[in-house]
């Protein structure tokens, strides 16, 4: 699962990163959660970022509070659920990102944060689908889902799953519409660990409020209550 996730760039990094251009204001995210509105470049408009909120409402559940949104979508039965399987044939997109977050339980009530990023601590996109969503107001808003797959070595110390983070070069093709079924599902792998390295963070970040810096600066270990732990 990938419940949390940061984007602690700025909007020049973005728009130099991806080749795309950002119209609105963007300040840098270091605890991004659900329902909330994030950038995503999507299969619609490639050469831009568009802000989506976090958490589909599938089709046949309008309506739904916001505790009801799926956030993820296992890309072993992508093709399969119907929540999924139109978004992925048609709706695809980018989630940009430089870190995620995953909590190690290491007793009944102990959870130890971690946030999984590249060695150079760059920009990466997760693989994401979105749809539209209608609000109980009748409003459209657009909504997204993260996908996830088998965890690397890595992630599989802290978590059965992780996002799926697409590889640089296969970023342009997941947003064309024209890529094959099989080459898409090739692409939701986990991806190398060796790239990747983790640390454990401050749990401030259990609280959706704490979006500033501190939040994703490396920590001794620490449980949920704040308290130092032996396990990291």
Known sequence: MCGRYSLAKSKMELEERFQAEMLEDFKPRYNIAPSQLVPVITSDSPKGFSHFYWGITPAF???KPVANRLINARSETITEKVSF??????SRCLVPADGFFEWKKVGKKTKVPY??????????????IWEEFETEKGEIAHTFTILTTRPNGLTA???DRMPVILKNENEEKWLNLN?????LLSML??????????YTVSPMVNQV????PFVIRKTLPMDQFGNYTLFG
């Open 61 to 63: 559940a309008k309506n």
């Open 85 to 90: 399987k139109n978004a992925f044939k048609k």
């Open 115 to 128: 946030r999984f990023v590249f060695l150079d601590e760059s920009l990466f996109s997760f693989a994401g």
């Open 157 to 159: 110390e802290i978590h």
């Open 179 to 183: 890529t094959s079924e099989e080459e």
């Open 189 to 198: 792998s986990p991806y190398p660990d060796e790239l990747m390295t983790k």
């Open 209 to 212: 409020t704490n979006d500033s």
